[in-house]
């Protein structure tokens, strides 16, 4: 007997499917595969609802912990139908210790980008004193934890670095090329100005902010792509979308869009992520990953290249193997959701607003094929339609 058969869910390209997951993984996915077959867990979407790989959240702050900014991974992560979620730096090596034996606690797969400064984001300022870097404690904390420390995370703006203007970028660069992990690049109000930042980069490594109404937006004043950031991306640099408080502009997001870079050249951006915390995820802007994602919807891009970037694209850069699809030997990893004709006003960072006009609505995530965490989507979705059978 199996653990988990998921009957007639649909894909988002409209074909109808069954899921059978055993010991944590997919063994078999397909129309009518588990005809005949029983689970210990089975549950029928009666070809109502969606499914798609676990969504992968990028960028979040869930380090319950942390003085700034902080959430509980399972409110931000299985509750909002999201399956795994990165912490971007809440925790230098000062508290990764801490981080750790909280995020094993938690129902979500849950990864952390390591603060540069060993202290974390305990201020504003963490990089403005340059020896809160130390490299012997960063190494120290990657090779304990490896596996949970998926990369280093350096916020490269004006507020947070001080005096110090490109010198913690430098240093994290340096540190980076012992252990070999991805940087993760916030990117704010100047200086350093984009463009050092940038041209510092390599493969693999991660802006995250990507579209912000900042200065250091990467559009120059004619709404193209900087110099620098075309020659990041040709270097395998990849961009995030980090909405977050301050970070998100429909402005920037809709000339990108305009300029015809925007997934259909296959790159901008490469992963969507919300950058939710506490405050912004009950006061907004942000609210969840899906709220991001339904504003990628009102901006005209289509369900499935949305989807790519939460899932497929965030597994590849992130470098989780076995996540981001739905195929045999993948993790059980799985989102129930709905795309829903459903109006409503979205707001960015900026306080600017469009209209929506269809939207994703989380119904619960399944992770590794053992927990399932239905969402407060899933009661209105049975008084609605009474279409899901357990």
Known sequence: ??????????????????????DGRIVDI??????????????????????SAGWIDAHTH????SPLYFDEPDLIGAASGVTTVVDAGSTGADDIDRFYAA??????????????ARTGIINQHELADLSQIDDHQLQDAVRRHAGFVIGLKARMSKSVVGENGLQPLLLAKTMQQKNGLPLMVHIGNPPPNLEEIADQLTDGDIITHCFNGKPNRILDQNGALK????????RGVILD???????FS????????????????????????????QRNRLGGPVYSLATVMNKFLALGVHPEQILNCVTANAARFLHLPRKGRLERGFDGDITIFELENHQMVLVDAEG????GNQQFIPIAAIISGNDIVWSENYRDSRNKNNDISL
Not at 30 to 51: N, Q, T
Not at 227 to 234: M, S, T
Request: glycine share 8%; charged share 15%; proline share 3%.
């Open 103 to 116: 995020a094993s606690k938690a129902k979500t797969h849950v990864y952390a980008f390591l603060n540069i």
């Open 250 to 277: 429909f402005n920037v997001a809709e000339q990108v869009i305009r300029a015809g870079h925007l997934f259909h050249t296959g790159y901008l951006p490469h992963m969507i992520s919300s950058d939710i915390y």
């Open 227 to 234: 110099p620098a950031i075309q020659r990041a991306i040709a």
């Open 30 to 51: 397909g129309s009518a595969v588990a005809a005949g077959l029983e689970a210990k867990e089975e549950i029928d979407l009666s070809g109502h609802y969606y499914i």
């Open 62 to 65: 869930c380090y319950p912990q």
């Open 241 to 247: 979308v980090g909405h977050g408080t301050e970070s």
């Open 1 to 22: 007997m199996y653990d988990l058969i998921i009957r007639q869910a649909k894909l988002i390209n409209g074909d109808i499917v069954d899921v059978i997951v055993n």
């Open 352 to 355: 600017e607003t469009r209209i």
